[in-house]
């Protein structure tokens, strides 16, 4: 039975899935389902790529030559959908659910096809902006290594077949009470999931639900038992915050909402009063990198900071240390009670945690800048504890099936459990996964799991407001959701996902039900579900006794564990997108390595891509090194989620899987790691080579004290540009609007999604590895960074970077043919159909924003590849220069929106996909014609400056240069000056 | 010309010395239809058979200017007239910019007319003439130097012109077929 | 047979004839057989074959590179972002260069009266053709869409666009196809009256046709002289100032882009020094084993080759004036990014590059101040070899490694050569010589009426 | 001795400029045959499955262009009809007709008739149908007199210089709004009088604009 005969059927009822009509040119999915998906271009081209290069070469020869257009056909509906209109996008709110937490995001839908992820304004934890992961789960929608059939030990079988499997395993459990019956999940919040649950243990009550997340937030409920007693979820306020101290707390990056989280702090760093952040870390993250102060620091040292400053501000007995940064913080501290704030990240052991709440308990910070609810995530308590229970009994044969609900727990388990082994003695093991992974392998049942936006569901966010997550498209494998699963072991097992989600909210929504559930489905939120506030009483017994822990001996390496910046912990490893997004501080694409100090590189004798061997209690791995500056010496970070076996043809074989040196004792950070110097070579691709300014003004940082004693302070640090009027040449007419972008340096906070957020609206192609290291990434905004200060703990800073809009530009001159010219309203345009390619508007760019196709890099032959695609975009072929266009696309439809009703075009009515994205709010985009706008606003900062701008390019994107609040009484980083190279 | 009686009389001489004085004494002679054939250009013999033609120096001039005024006219109207574009905020009259294809066309035309002007005004090609008849002629090429007095000139009678022509101590004599 | 040629009791290398651009005891006769031998009855050197089969060996490796390129892209080559110009781009600029030096020899040496051009001037024009032929390929090919590479020029079209007259590129394909045409005209014309003795000397019938009909029926009529006369003045006239444009506009394409390293004004000079350099250089590889191969010496005296070192020392030196000047200016100009351009030359990854490009350039062309090495063929032989080498590096160093660094660190990157552009470049020069060799074959090599003028009798005639 | 007939002086020269005009020829036919309909498809009947007759249901039945393009006025895509639109008559009248079994076909199958795409632009190439109809452009100006054909085919070269003909000439083709769904439509007075007026009334951008490379190309 095919899935397209299924889907046919289905035409008739789902409204989206008509569009296949239109599709129906190419609508054969078994032929896309089997027809070899393109991995992007590496090393070599194989020899259907190179007819498809031609042919797709003579193809865009069209037009001028004698070549006629190939016929096209036209599929328009039999009946039509009310609400689509061919050519206009649809937005559905629904989420994105990343750990366990609902991220909330408006899904756009050409013609039925899910295309791009904008954040919902509505959601809590968007607000309008969304994060990578957010932006990169559509193009997973349509990865072809997703799993495609339900099976019983490789053999095809029909859905009838596993809910009979699942009844007789169930009715085999019945008379033990369930006492051989497991359930392994990953974190959820879903309410509907956890009530299913909650009734299928109920009515086997020796039945056990194990939650293992590989980097969960154990840590954060086990650190709120310690202080308080019991497991709460704290959440913060950092728009209340004058003074955070992080310790190792990534909030910008990771975490529960770090859209939320960025979008909160960013606006307190505008400002005239700017906050002041406080960083102790052991490897450096994107908050450390905004940090006014930032000190590497190894685990312990973190441990012994937060004891130093708990003792300092009197939230623990003990003498105040001598450290004078914790002497600092704490009286910087002391002086913002009320608006202070503490926190740990997940990787911190429990005490740390403990130790945080006690100090903003301490300063009356509860309550004010740090709320506490109940845990947002369902179920038993986690973390490898857990895990090495069920692995513990599952060796003992007392686990007769394991029911295994997404996750990857083969992979993603702690080395020393031997989890893989211990689960071949469970004589039934049933899986449904998204892909058939290294779990799937190892599973009796495996069952397609349907994607996210082909499924109903919820979940809830950070301060628990709940989502219904709706499915904008039928399963295009046709997968099955959790819930539908789940409901196979209970006695729901006839129902829909679409059902069972309703029925729980049923009883749940205030007023008329239909009206509610249809309020809260088109609003993305339900309204009132967010969690109320709790006072707890703190309980500081435990923090007495220093806990044991990890205390590192002198000269002993540390290794720390941290889920990977761009592919998680692992589940986004065959997403190409993500993988050939530049890790925020390393620059690195499509490989995980070792992050080893300058200072510890220079012991061990080792340089970049050089091979080492690393040994942790017992265990191996050889992996290449990677020196990070700012890098706490004696730690060496190993990036999860690589190493894939199993994970489809973009993850297998990409980078080493850290997961094979990780033991359930240290599942963040462990002592006691050796190196060995292998002598071996492993090339990585990295899309900055250089780190340093030379000295020039290219981001600019100015102290808020600076900026308070001379307003000019940023405009005097370079050669002024010329002034307007400063050139020979006449004036060309303007028109109404001068679009302009104006990014602020002080809120950006370098996380990439504008990144990926134009990959998906522009259909920027994936490179591939090879590629990149031969310097032909495609990203048409890039995020640079540059460190200043010493190596050891320097300063870091992000600038993304966009095509300038120069009104005089370089490269429009040097095009011979005329591809690249202005606009009236001051658009440098590239025109890809009359490019030839002679490259020489990149070199003549000093701003290195123009991107060329050296290859067919687009996948043309791929017909699941189109169905991502933006329509509103061409897609650009071989051999031509592209680069970015502010979204010209947005604009002209706002345009035409404007002119049909004779109107001018509203300020804010066009958003450019990297602004729309942004969780910090950095970017702006308008007409700085009119001294009304937002960007015309922004422009008029006195933080403004124009990049490289004395060139005399007349940038129209523009930069607000950062801001950094160092604390006097501190040498801080943001005071040091110089260049490292 | 008729294909029966004769193109003309040659006289071959064996140094340009002789062919140059016996030039000047033809003309003297009152012969005007007479041409000599060197293997390398004699400026002595221009002014011996008073050779002055300034139409190829004109023709040049005139290509120049020709050339020049296309190639500007080319520039102005595609970047002016016919699609204005702004291009890296330079005027739609980028005069500078234009000079340089304006110089080159001017150069090409020119050059061309210096080429067919001179093929043109020699009357080449002219793969067939009656002085190749004569067999010796081919060292017109290489070494030896060739004066014809052509029948059609008035004064042409073929015993007295033969006569005259042997006066000048050629190394031979010989008939011209048309 | 050339032996026979040779007049008796001379020999070129006597004291005598070597300040002498011609040895003594030629005849018309002589000089005519003699060169005229070469295309129609002597027998083929086995070094003939020798060479012109490496040249057709390397050709077929230049065209398989282009078919694989056409099919692929130009992503088989090392270029990237930000060293968007690679190999491509510096031969193009190399081989222009080369082609200077004929039409500079035949134009301006004509105008200056130099006679002792007449031996050289045949083959450097054809040389020059040749290396324009090169050079001529590669802009074409570089481009991301070669099949569409015909928009550059401006022909009405469909989509009623034009190309950019702004846009230096376009001034190239003016300039370069301007100058290949009038090259040609003038090599063409130059050589029609010794078509004519290749006709009349021709011994073969379908030989006599071909040159017959290559000459147009040239017969040598004195009134054809005069306005033939006429005609190479004024095309020597129209070249002067065209040979000095091409290589200047080709240093438009770096001075008028704002990258360090390439935005200069002295530019245009020191390119068009550069070329007359590196064509004079091109010129002594070619002339020295060629009048070694057929027993030219009485043509190519030690006179000619002293002369053109003479040449390659001065022009040496102002291109080593525009070395200095560069660095001079980026310093004094006090802008960051020249001077870190100059100073990334001299001491950045690329340093040994530019290093050796001064010592081939600047350093080793002194010794060409002493008059034993000037007048010593094998050293001048390696001489010009070295400076053919350091041209090249010259090209290198300002398209990449200017580009390599320029405005914003964060883009900075590497660029490494790949097979490809290798074998195109080895492929280019395989087309050179085979073109080079079948023109020795087929056509007089030198002007033999430009060598009859020279001969005393000629002189004579001319009351001299 | 003589190389060469005599006649070959006459052949040479010719063969000269023969040689000129033949190059001339060459490079005009390419042209031509570039803007032929051979290349550009215009005024080409395409095959479609039902041999739809807008000459009828437009001219002789005088439905509204909108009645099946429904889409024409708010969306860049003026849409082709669903089988359900030709049904909502079909049903009745010619229900039995062999012609219409395909769109019967359509209907019970639920599979889209399969229809040839005759305006078709290069896929760089973005044309906003609600843009131009807002502005006073008629139906007519690009499609012609569709309510005199038989079987639709394209009116236009569809080439860029067509497209850029009337960018820069607005004034000559503009309409009243009421008008641009008339076939046949005659200008009450002179259309340059016309066209002027409705310019500044209906904000028409001026030429720059108009003609910039992103008012198209993406």
């Not at chain 3, 892209?73 to 090392?78: A, E, P, Y």
Request: aromatic fraction near 10%; glycine fraction near 8%; hydrophobic fraction near 45%.
């Amino acid at each position: 039975m095919s899935d397209f005969t299924r889907l046919r059927e289905a035409a008739g009822t789902a409204g989206p899935w008509r569009s296949l009509g239109e599709l129906g040119a190419s609508a054969d999915f078994r032929e896309h389902l089997h027809r070899e998906f393109r991995v992007p271009i590496d090393s070599g081209v194989d020899r259907r790529e190179l007819l498809t290069l031609a042919g797709a070469s003579l193809a865009m020869a069209g037009l001028t030559a004698c070549t006629r257009q190939p016929t096209e056909h036209i599929y328009p509906y039999v009946k039509a959908p009310e609400e689509v209109v061919p050519g206009e996008p649809l937005f559905y709110a629904t989420a994105h659910v990343h750990g366990g937490y609902a991220r909330g995001v408006l899904a756009e839908s050409n013609e039925g096809r899910p295309t791009k992820i904008e954040g919902n304004e509505l959601h809590p934890a968007s607000l309008g902006g969304t994060d990578i992961f957010a932006q990169a789960f559509v193009l997973g929608l349509y990865d072809p290594d997703r799993s495609q059939t339900l099976s019983e030990r490789g053999e095809i079988r029909p859905w009838s077949a596993f809910l009979a499997a699942a009844r007789l395993a169930v009715g085999k459990e019945r008379p033990g009470r369930g006492a051989g019956l497991r359930f392994l999940t990953g974190a959820t919040s879903s309410p509907t999931f956890a009530a299913q649950m909650a009734q299928t243990i109920a009515a086997l009550p020796e039945a056990r639900w194990v939650v293992w997340e590989p980097a969960g937030r154990e840590n954060v409920y086990a650190g709120a038992q310690a202080a308080f007693g019991e497991r709460l979820e704290p959440h913060y306020a950092f728009d209340r915050a004058d003074v955070i101290l992080s310790l190792e707390a990534d909030f910008l990056a990771e975490g529960p909402a770090p859209a939320r989280a960025a979008r909160d702090f960013a606006s307190r760093r505008r400002g005239d009063s700017p906050n002041r952040l406080y960083v102790a870390e052991s490897t450096p993250t994107l908050t450390g990198a905004r940090a006014d102060h930032r000190r590497p620091l190894t685990p312990a040292g973190i441990e012994s900071l937060a004891r130093a400053v708990a003792a300092a501000v009197g939230a623990i007995s003990g003498a105040a240390s001598s450290d004078p940064f914790a002497a600092a913080v704490a009286k910087d501290l002391l002086a913002h009670r009320g608006s202070g704030l503490v926190l740990a990240g997940e990787g911190q052991p429990a005490a740390v945690h403990a130790l945080a709440h006690a100090i903003n308990e301490r300063l009356g910070n509860a309550g004010k800048t740090v709320v506490y609810t109940e845990p947002v995530l369902a179920g038993p308590p986690g973390g490898a504890a857990a895990l090495a229970q069920l692995a513990e009994e599952m060796r003992a044969g007392k686990v007769t099936t394991l029911v295994v609900v997404g996750g990857n727990p083969v992979y993603t388990a702690p080395a020393d459990l031997r989890f893989a082994e211990a689960m071949e003695k469970v004589p039934l093991r049933l899986r449904l996964g998204l892909y058939e992974d290294e779990t799937s392998r190892l599973c009796h049942w495996h069952v397609a799991e349907a994607h996210s936006l082909e499924a109903w569901s919820d979940a809830r966010a950070y301060d628990g407001t709940a989502t219904i997550l709706q499915p904008l498209i039928l399963p295009l494998y046709g997968g099955k959701s959790a819930h539908e699963f789940l409901a196979a072991f209970s006695e729901q097992s006839d129902k829909t996902g679409h059902d069972l989600v309703k029925d729980f909210w049923r009883a749940r929504l205030p007023g008329d039900f239909d009206t509610a559930w249809r309020k809260a489905v088109h609003d993305g939120v339900v309204e009132g579900t967010a969690f109320a506030p709790r006072s707890p009483s703190p309980s500081l017994r435990p923090l007495d006794a220093k806990p044991p822990g990890a205390a590192e001996t002198a000269g002993e390496l540390t290794a720390l564990f941290r889920p990977d910046s761009t592919v998680g912990d692992g589940a986004y490893a065959n997403n190409a997108w993500l993988q050939e997004l530049p890790k925020p501080l390393t620059k690195l694409t499509w490989d995980n390595a070792a992050l080893i100090s300058p200072s510890t590189a220079e012991n061990l004798g080792v340089a970049n891509e050089d091979l080492v061997d690393l040994l942790l209690a017992g265990r191996r791995l050889t992996m290449p090194v990677w020196i990070q500056p700012g890098q706490a010496e004696g730690c060496v970070t190993l990036p999860l989620g690589y190493g894939r076996t199993r994970g489809g043809r973009v993850a297998n074989g990409k980078g080493f899987d850290a997961y094979a040196l990780r033991g359930s004792d240290g599942l963040w950070s462990r002592a006691g790691l050796e190196i060995r110097k292998t002598g071996g070579h492993y090339p990585l691709a990295t899309t900055q080579h250089h780190h340093a300014m030379e000295g020039r003004d290219i981001v600019r940082t100015v102290t808020a004290a600076a900026l308070a004693r001379d307003p000019d302070a940023v405009r005097k640090m370079g050669e002024p540009p010329p002034g307007p009027d400063d050139t020979l040449y006449p004036k060309l007419p303007a028109a109404a609007y001068a679009w302009g972008l104006s990014i602020d340096l002080a809120a950006c906070v370098g996380c990439n999604a504008c990144v990926v957020a134009c990959q998906a609206e522009n259909n920027i192609p994936v490179v591939g590895k090879h590629e990149v290291t031969r310097g032909r990434a495609m990203h048409w905004i890039r995020v640079d960074r540059y460190y200043e200060g010493s190596l050891d703990d320097p300063l870091t800073v992000h600038q993304p970077v966009t095509c300038m809009h120069c009104e005089d530009a370089p490269c429009e001159t040097v095009c011979p043919v005329a591809a690249t010219v202005h606009s009236a309203e001051g658009l440098n345009q590239m025109v890809y159909n009359r490019c030839v390619g002679t490259r020489y508007c990149s070199n003549n760019c000093p701003y290195k924003v123009r991107r060329f196709n050296y290859f067919l890099y687009s996948d043309f032959p791929t017909e699941l590849a189109k169905m991502v695609r933006n329509p509103e975009v061409t897609v650009r072929s071989r051999g031509v220069m592209e680069k970015c266009s502010y979204c010209v696309q947005r604009i002209n439809r706002a345009r035409i929106a404007a002119e049909r009703e004779n109107r001018p075009i509203a300020d804010g009515e066009i958003v450019t996909a990297c602004q729309q994205v942004c969780p910090a709010r950095a970017i702006v985009f308008g007409n700085i014609a009119d001294p009304g706008s937002a960007v015309s606003k922004a422009r008029g900062q006195r933080r403004q400056y124009g990049l490289l701008a004395e060139l005399g390019t007349r940038p129209r994107t523009t930069y607000l240069a950062s801001i950094r609040n160092p604390n006097d009484a501190l040498p801080g980083a943001a005071k040091t000056g110089g260049d490292h190279a | 010309m008729k294909p029966v009686g004769l193109y003309g009389l040659m006289a071959e001489f064996e140094n340009p010395g002789d062919l140059v004085a016996a030039a000047r004494g033809a003309r003297a002679a009152g012969y005007a239809k007479l041409d000599a054939y060197t293997p390398y250009p004699i400026e002595a013999l221009t002014e011996a058979l008073d050779i002055h033609d300034r139409k190829l120096p004109a023709l040049v001039l005139g290509g120049g200017i020709l050339g020049g005024l296309l190639g500007y006219a080319l520039c102005y109207w595609t970047s002016v007239i016919s699609y204005p574009l702004s291009i890296g905020g330079k005027p739609f009259h980028s005069a500078p910019a234009f000079i340089v294809p304006t110089f080159e066309t001017t150069i090409l035309v020119a050059a061309f007319a210096a080429v067919l002007g001179m093929l043109g005004l020699n009357g080449l090609p002219m793969p067939y003439h009656p002085v190749f008849n004569t067999p010796r002629f081919a060292l017109a090429s290489r070494d030896r130097f060739f004066l014809c007095i052509e029948a059609r000139d008035p004064k042409f009678d073929r015993e007295k012109t033969r006569a005259f022509l042997e006066g000048l101590r050629p190394s031979i004599v010989m008939d011209v077929e048309p | 047979m050339s032996d026979a040629l040779r007049p008796t009791g001379s020999s070129p290398t006597s004291e005598t004839s070597s300040r002498a651009i011609l040895a003594p005891g030629y005849s018309f006769t002589s000089v005519t057989d003699k060169i005229a031998s070469i295309a129609l009855s002597r027998r083929t050197p086995w070094q003939w074959f020798l060479g012109a089969l490496t040249g057709f060996a390397l050709t077929m490796v230049l065209l398989a590179s282009l078919s694989y390129l056409f099919v692929k892209g130009v992503g088989i080559w090392g270029v990237n972002q930000p060293v968007g110009w690679g190999f491509a781009i510096l031969n193009f600029v190399w081989w222009i260069g080369i082609g200077h030096a004929g039409t500079l020899i035949s134009a301006i040496l004509l105008l200056l009266r130099q006679p002792w051009r007449n031996s050289i001037n045949r083959f450097a024009e054809a040389m020059t053709i040749f290396a324009v032929a090169c050079a001529g390929i590669y802009p074409l090919i570089h481009v991301g869409r070669p099949w569409l590479a015909y928009w550059l020029i401006p022909y009405p079209n469909s989509m009623s666009v034009w190309p950019n007259f702004r846009s230096p590129l376009i001034w190239d394909v003016f300039a370069v196809s301007t100058y290949a045409t009038v090259s040609l005209l003038f090599w063409y014309v130059g050589m029609i009256p010794d078509l004519a003795t290749l006709r009349d000397r021709a011994k073969k019938l379908w030989a006599k046709m071909l040159y017959g009909m290559l000459a147009m029926g040239w017969r040598g009529s004195a009134r054809h002289w005069a306005r033939y006369e006429q005609a190479s003045l004024l095309l020597a006239g129209l070249a002067t100032p065209l040979v000095v444009s091409v290589h200047t506009v080709v240093s438009f394409d770096f001075a008028a882009g704002i990258v360090p390293g390439w935005h200069a004004t002295i530019f245009p000079p020191y390119f068009v020094a550069g070329a007359i350099y590196a064509g004079f250089a091109m010129v002594l590889t070619l002339a020295i084993p060629l009048r070694k191969l057929y027993g030219l010496e009485d043509f190519i005296t030690v006179r000619h080759l002293e002369n053109m070192a003479k040449i390659l020392l001065a022009t040496g030196l102002i291109v080593g004036y525009g070395y200095l000047m560069e660095a001079f200016m980026a310093f004094y100009s006090g802008n960051v990014y020249e001077r870190y351009a100059i100073a990334n030359r001299m001491v950045g990854p690329y340093r040994t590059i530019y290093w050796s490009l001064i010592f081939c350039n600047i350093i080793s062309p002194q010794i060409l101040w002493f008059r034993k090495a000037r007048r010593s063929v094998p050293i001048l032989f390696v001489m010009a070899m070295i400076v053919n080498v350091g041209m090249w590096l010259e090209r290198f160093v300002i398209v990449v490694v200017s580009l390599h660094r320029d405005f914003l660190p964060s883009s900075w990157g590497m660029y490494r050569p790949t097979a490809w552009d290798w074998s195109t470049f080895a492929g280019t020069i395989g087309l050179f010589l085979a073109l080079m060799f079948l023109f020795i074959r087929l056509l007089p090599m030198i002007s033999i009426f430009e060598m009859r003028q020279i001969l005393p009798a000629a002189k004579a005639a001319e009351g001299e | 001795m003589q190389v060469f007939h005599r006649s070959t002086n006459t052949i040479s020269r010719v063969s000269v400029f023969g040689a000129v005009f033949f190059l001339a020829l060459l490079l005009w036919l390419f042209d031509a045959l570039n803007r032929s309909p051979y290349t550009t498809l215009q005024g080409v009947a395409r095959v479609q499955p039902v041999q739809f007759s807008h000459k009828h249901h437009v001219g002789a039945m005088g439905l509204d262009c909108r009645y099946c393009h429904t889409t024409v006025e708010r969306a860049a895509f003026a849409n082709i009809p669903p089988t359900k639109t030709c049904m909502n008559c079909h049903s009745q009248i010619w229900d039995q007709s062999p012609e219409l079994e395909p769109v019967r076909a359509s209907f019970r199958t639920d599979r889209s008739i399969d229809w040839v795409k005759v305006y078709d632009l290069p896929d760089f190439v973005y044309f906003n149908h609600s843009i131009h109809v807002a502005k006073g452009v008629g139906c007519e100006t690009c499609h012609g007199r569709v309510d005199q054909m038989p079987l639709i085919s394209q009116h236009p070269t569809l080439q860029m210089s067509w497209c850029l003909e009337c960018h820069r000439n607005t004034e000559k083709y503009l309409r009243p709004r009421d008008q641009v769904f008339t076939m046949g439509y005659v200008p009450a007075a002179r259309q340059e009088e016309i066209g002027q007026r409705l310019k500044s009334e209906y904000h028409i951008r001026p030429v720059l604009e108009l003609t910039d490379c992103t008012t198209c190309h993406r």
